[in-house]
């Protein structure tokens, strides 16, 4: 309604204005009230364009089943699983403790399902392995007798997932 009450506010000056110079007669009467029917006439065309441009806006706006259907911002969110892998590393990294009871599990389980898939077995892969990998990845290694002492290295664990991607 804010239009409509500046109009209302632009009639009442011009009529104030009609007022003073119906009393002053700067001019004749008939182009006092042409002037005046002019002012008018631009005020009701300035409020009908607000109330239109309102209206349009009305229009464009969505209903709810629209705004429904819209696509919604989803955040990407790195998934789980990856978090999970990206800790394990880390922490096997920082003790001897969290490599032989986090990431090796897992790392044997992924060479095993490679073997598998040459028809051979984890405890028959020694050759196939190498003596670092199977010493780490066979499945009678012995806890570390000291879980705090530092993991293996980053590299030394990308050798390591270097060698079960060659099987």
Do not use: C
């Not at 804010?2 to 009529?15: D, E, Y």
């Not at 007022?19 to 182009?31: D, K, M, N, T, Y």
């Not at 089943?65 to 911002?73: K, T």
């Not at 000291?146 to 980053?154: A, E, M, V």
Request: hydrophobic share 50%; proline share 5%; net charge positive.
């Amino acid at each position: 309604m804010r239009p409509v009450r500046q109009a209302v506010a632009q009639t009442a000056t011009v009529s104030v204005a009609l007022v003073i110079a119906l009393g002053l007669r700067p001019a004749s009467v008939r182009e006092i009230v042409a002037a005046y029917v002019l002012a008018l006439t631009a005020i009701a065309l300035l409020l009908l364009t607000r109330i239109a441009r309102d209206a349009e806006e009305w229009e464009r706006s969505s209903s709810e089943f629209e705004r429904a259907l819209a696509p919604r911002r989803v955040d990407r969110v790195r998934p789980a699983e990856l978090i999970r892998a990206e800790r394990d590393l880390v922490l096997a990294n920082g003790n001897a403790g969290d490599l032989h009871s986090r990431l090796l599990p897992q790392l044997r389980d992924v060479a095993t399902a490679r073997l598998a898939d040459r028809g051979v077995r984890l405890a028959d892969a020694r050759g196939l392995l190498g003596e670092d990998a199977w010493a780490l990845l066979r499945s009678d290694r012995p806890p570390p007798a000291d879980r705090g002492q530092p993991g293996l290295s980053l590299k030394q664990i990308a050798a390591l997932f270097d060698r079960i991607e060659e099987l």
